[in-house]
């Protein structure tokens, strides 16, 4: 299974047109979105490729902006979805278990506070290693998250050492654990042009995208 992963399209509906094309042409089977995206043209592509969609810090805030039906579709994203051997997240992959959706959210977001379900996992931090633990507790090697609007990727080696590596394409290696940012569609701040990730199951590759406009 081939999946395109893409986050923080920030209502640049060229920009993620630009991306979605560019994926159409890599034999993509299932895109999926990390949130973040913004005005109603931008939810309309989204949807139209039928991305499977977890809700963001943007949705949090904006979600009232969209058209009704817009609104009734953002009001059902869950904040993760899970899939066989990988996570997705706008961010933090450790939300309650009673939270799942943005509407609950919305209801609990004074309890649970924002800063803790959308960290930053820019630098080494109580919040990244507390990814590290859900994963590892769950037996799962890989999270995709947005939020940055940056790419990059934090391996853990089986002893437990942290390290930080570019965006550079690579395979998903035995006993080594990774918390991988896809970058932004429309808002990068790493480097210029929409970002995303392909994520081929079938290999184990993990390939970085950033077009150039």
């Not at 893409?6 to 979605?20: E, M």
């Not at 043209?41 to 963001?56: D, I, M, P, Q, W």
């Not at 999270?143 to 942290?162: A, C, D, I, M, Y």
């Not at 965006?167 to 210029?192: C, E, H, K, N, W």
């Amino acid at each position: 299974m081939r999946y395109a992963i893409f986050s923080d399209i920030h209502n640049h509906s060229a920009a993620l047109d630009a991306a979605l094309q560019d994926a159409a042409g890599r034999a993509i089977d299932v895109y999926l979105c990390l949130g973040d995206v913004g005005i109603d043209s931008c939810v309309h592509l989204v949807r139209n490729v039928g991305a499977e969609t977890v809700f963001g810090n943007w949705e949090v805030s904006g979600w009232r902006t969209l058209s009704p039906a817009n609104q009734a579709w953002a009001l059902q994203l869950p904040p993760m979805r899970t899939y066989d051997g990988f996570w997705i997240s706008h961010a933090a992959p450790t939300w309650p278990k009673n939270i799942s959706s943005l509407e609950k959210f919305l209801k609990a977001r004074h309890q649970l506070g924002m800063s803790k379900q959308f960290p930053y996992y820019i630098g080494q931090s109580t919040a990244l290693w507390d990814a590290f633990s859900e994963l590892l507790t769950a037996q799962i090697p890989l999270l995709f998250h947005g939020h940055t609007h940056r790419q990059v990727v934090w391996e853990l080696s089986p002893t437990n050492l942290l390290n930080k590596k570019p965006p550079a394409d690579f395979s998903l290696a035995g006993g080594y654990a990774y918390v991988v940012g896809v970058g932004s569609v429309g808002q990068p701040r790493d480097l210029p042009g929409p970002a995303y990730v392909v994520f081929d199951t079938a290999t184990d590759q993990v390939e970085f995208i950033r077009l150039r406009r």
